[in-house]
C-alpha cells in the first residue's frame, strides 16, 4: 500500500483549520497525530484538548502516535475521542498485550511502535497481534530531523517476516521522509509514510503529499 500520513505536528497551530482544510483537499490518507509527554521523549506536543478540533475540521483517519509513558492510562481514552489507530512504544510498557486489548475493546486499529535503538526482532512475536508497526527512523521526540539509513533494513526484515507468516500487518515509518526517500522506502516494503517536514514546510503541500504518494511500489 501506500499510504501518506503527514504529521500535524508540524502544522501551523495558529491556523490549524487552514492547515486541516489543506489535508482534507490533498490525497492525504491519514493524519497522524503524535502526542509528547516530556517523559518519554525529551519533548511535550499536546494531548486531548486538541483530538476535538482535530476530528472536527479533518475528514481524515486520525492515526495517534503515543510516545508516553503508561500508555495503559490514556489509550481508551484516545480511542474516545475519535483515534482512527493508537501506537504505542513497545520499550515504554512491560507487556504490551492488556493495552492492545484495551484499544482492541474499543473497535480501534492498533499499533506497535519501537525506537531505532530497539532491536526490531522484538517486534516480532507481535506481527500477528496488530495491524500495524511502526519503525521509528529518527529518535522520536521532535520533527525535521535526518532519517536514519539504517532504517531500510530493517523494514525489509520486518516485511520478510510479515509475507512468510501470510500476514497483512502493515509497516509504517516515522520521521525524516521527504521527497528524496520515499521511493526507496516504499520499495524496501512500507506500506505507510508520515511526513511533518517534508510536507508542512513545502512550498506546495498539496503537490508534496501527491508526490509522495505517487512513488512507485513494486508490490
Ligand atoms: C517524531 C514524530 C514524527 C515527526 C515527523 O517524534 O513521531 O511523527 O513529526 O516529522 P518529520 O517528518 O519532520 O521528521
Ligand atoms: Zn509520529
Redesign the pocket.
Known amino acids: 500500500m501506500r499510504i501518506i500520513a503527514p ?1 500535524v ?2 502544522a501551523d497551530f495558529g491556523h490549524l483549520a487552514e492547515d486541516l482544510d489543506m489535508i482534507n483537499r490533498s490525497e492525504a490518507d491519514w493524519l ?1 497525530v ?1 502526542v ?1 509527554d516530556g517523559t518519554f ?1 525529551p ?1 511535550i506536543s499536546f494531548g486531548f484538548p486538541l483530538m476535538k478540533p482535530f476530528k472536527q475540521y479533518c475528514n481524515k483517519p486520525l492515526d495517534v ?1 503515543l ?1 508516553i509513558v503508561h500508555p495503559e492510562r490514556y489509550v481508551e481514552r484516545f480511542c474516545d475521542v475519535g483515534a482512527w489507530s493508537v501506537g504505542f512504544h513497545l520499550e515504554a510498557v512491560d507487556d504490551p498485550m492488556p493495552i492492545l486489548e484495551l484499544i482492541k475493546a474499543k473497535g480501534v486499529r492498533t499499533c506497535l511502535t519501537i525506537n531505532p535503538d530497539i532491536d526490531v526482532k522484538r517486534l516480532v512475536p507481535y506481527l500477528d497481534k496488530v495491524d500495524m508497526v511502526l519503525l ?10 535526518k ?1 536514519i539509513p539504517e532504517t531500510m533494513d530493517k523494514i525489509r526484515f520486518i516485511k520478510a517476516e510479515i509475507a512468510r507468516r501470510g500476514l497483512n500487518t502493515l509497516i509504517e515509518i ?5 521527497r528524496e526517500n520515499a521511493h526507496a522506502l516504499f520499495d524496501a516494503g512500507a506500506d505507510a509514510l ?6 508542512f ?1 513545502a512550498k506546495d503541500p498539496i503537490e508534496t503529499i501527491h508526490f509522495l504518494k505517487s512513488q512507485n511500489n513494486i508490490l
Open positions: 504529521s505536528l508540524s497522524h503524535d509528547m521523549v519533548n502516535h510516545m521509528m527512523s529518527v529518535f522520536a521526540g521532535f520533527g525535521g530531523q532519517f516515522d520521521g525524516g521522509v521527504n508520515v511526513a511533518g517536514s517534508a510536507v514546510g
